[in-house]
């Protein structure tokens, strides 16, 4: 299994968080703020819903989706000052939203009144949707049709979700096609050994992630052309990650 999509993840994280609004609350990603309000009615809450729905729709959640969505709960609370007390609200949310799929499209439409003039984020979120959808090498008839409805009540054009589906189609098929990775290089590249221990070489991993996050790259005022280097770099990083993982399963 791979693990190069969760780039999607950083690269997507700024666009996602970069006007949060809710009911009273319009938060800036650049100045960490202290939120007392309705979690449920926040763009942050309302995304962790709707990955809920998607996550379950083909009736289990796997090992890369849960993973994908741990590291999602971390970063939409890291804008917040009370970081911890966010994570654990939204992951509680996550959690009740797993049991019924009945307010799927009332989810997708509150997301839309807090983002109806901003059609890219919805976009990048239905993105990011698809990402998760996909994470499992494994794109199931009520996964898509999930995804179909969600992307329909954000008013996205079904060509661009049409465009995204095969976006990531032809992403796994070049994969399966081809290996472009091999174990070899793959700790070379993290700058780790056959001989380390899997807890060595996921704090050689989270180091490097660190190293070449674009978001902290953009906080320092990186060049883009910076930040795109460290977008390439991290999907390589990422790769090589997932191929020693799978390797010692």
Known sequence: MNYIFFVVVIAVFYLLTRNYKSDGYNINIDVKQKFNGKLEDHEAGLLISLMAKVAKADGHVSELEAELLSNTLTQLSSVFQNQADVREKLKAIYKKELNSFENTIDLAKKYLKLTNRDYRKRLSTVEYLLNLAFIDNEFTNEEKMICEDISDALEINRADFDALVAK???????????????????????????????????TKYKKLVRKNHPDLLMGKGAEQSIIDKATVKLQEINEAYGIIKKSRT
């Open 168 to 202: 990531f189609r032809n992403f796994y098929a070049n994969q399966y096609n081809q290996q472009v990775n091999t174990l070899e290089n793959a700790y070379k590249v993290l700058g780790a050994s056959k001989d380390d221990d899997m807890a060595t070489i996921k």
